[in-house]
């Protein structure tokens, strides 16, 4: 029986020739039947591509061949399956693009890349060199989500700071704002996702004041692998594709509340709005009935 793994890396790496990386990438996904989103710019290659688990390996010996990517960072997850033509069922498609920024916080002047990745980020930490922190410095230890919000509602870490943003973007005039200006003498940790967000949000709470600025090397999921749910994280993680999250383990808690009911749940899905972007936490029986966001039920004069 096939076997479907779904693949998540990155590195930050100079890159002479960005469109040229883009074209080989997509060459090669496509000869394996692999779907997913790869994006690339001049300062490196971030990525999230799943298919038969003999495809997946062999697209990951290919990529670092490259010299460049020899040192990319990765994890993997399971796939749900694949479909009949054996592709992933978890993408829709194969999406290669070259983008300014291979993380868009709209800042690219202000992240500096040599080949041994991002110059002047936070310091990194493994899982257990974090609980070491944490038994150091207890209380004084804040953790910072690096995610848009709505990924923090179904998992985030123990009394971790969620900004108030839907994306990326939204980063640096939130760290400007002031309203974290207390935090500058403190011991900050940030996680996100994989990791990779972290790499250039470190840089930036470190230019802009914040004093002993740490980031979790390779994100939740690292640490979900290693330390399940028995650590401190709590929940659900939020995933950019056909699954929307995932579990470490079958004792997950689930800290969510559906939008509409309160009642617990895990379960992310959109605004039934066909021009929304925003996902909700749904129970099954409000999932089922397709509800709509706060502002497109303000706008059609119904309740969320």
Not at 119 to 132: I, N, W
Not at 202 to 217: N, P
Request: hydrophobic content about 40%.
């Amino acid at each position: 029986m096939a076997i479907s793994k779904i693949l998540l890396y990155y590195v930050f790496t100079p890159l002479a020739d960005p469109d040229a990386i883009r074209l080989w990438q997509r060459d090669l996904c496509e000869s394996l039947n692999l779907r997913g989103r790869i994006l690339i710019s001049k300062d490196g290659l971030n990525g999230t591509v799943g298919g038969e688990l003999n495809a997946v390996k062999k697209y990951l010996r290919k990529t670092r061949e490259y010299p460049a990517f020899k040192n990319l960072d990765i994890k993997w997850s399971e796939g749900t399956g694949l479909d009949d033509t054996g592709a992933s069922a978890d993408f829709p498609r194969l999406v290669v693009k070259v983008r300014e920024e291979i993380v868009s916080f709209g800042a690219p002047g202000e992240l500096e890349v040599d080949k041994n990745g991002v110059v002047g980020g936070g310091t990194k930490l493994q899982p257990a060199e974090l609980h070491e922190l944490v038994a150091e410095r207890g209380d004084d230890v804040v953790f910072f989500d690096g995610r848009n919000a709505f990924e923090a509602e179904i998992g985030h870490f123990k009394n971790a700071v969620v900004p108030d943003v839907s994306n990326t973007r939204e980063f640096v005039a939130e760290l400007e704002s002031g309203k974290y200006d207390h935090l500058k003498d403190k011991p900050v940790v940030t996680y996100c996702t994989g990791g990779i967000r972290c790499e250039v949000l470190s840089g930036l709470m470190k230019s802009r004041g914040f004093g002993e600025v740490y980031q979790l090397d390779g994100g939740i999921v690292r640490y979900g692998e290693t330390f399940g749910d028995e650590g401190l994280w709590e929940g659900s993680l939020y995933v950019f594709d056909n699954r929307l999250s995932i579990d470490f383990t079958d004792s997950a808690a689930v800290v969510g509340e559906c939008a509409v009911c309160g009642t617990p749940s895990k379960r992310m899905q959109n605004c039934a709005d066909a021009s929304c972007r925003v996902q909700m936490v749904l129970c099954n029986e409000h999932a089922a009935a397709a509800p709509l966001c706060e502002e497109h039920a303000a706008a059609n004069g119904v309740v969320a």
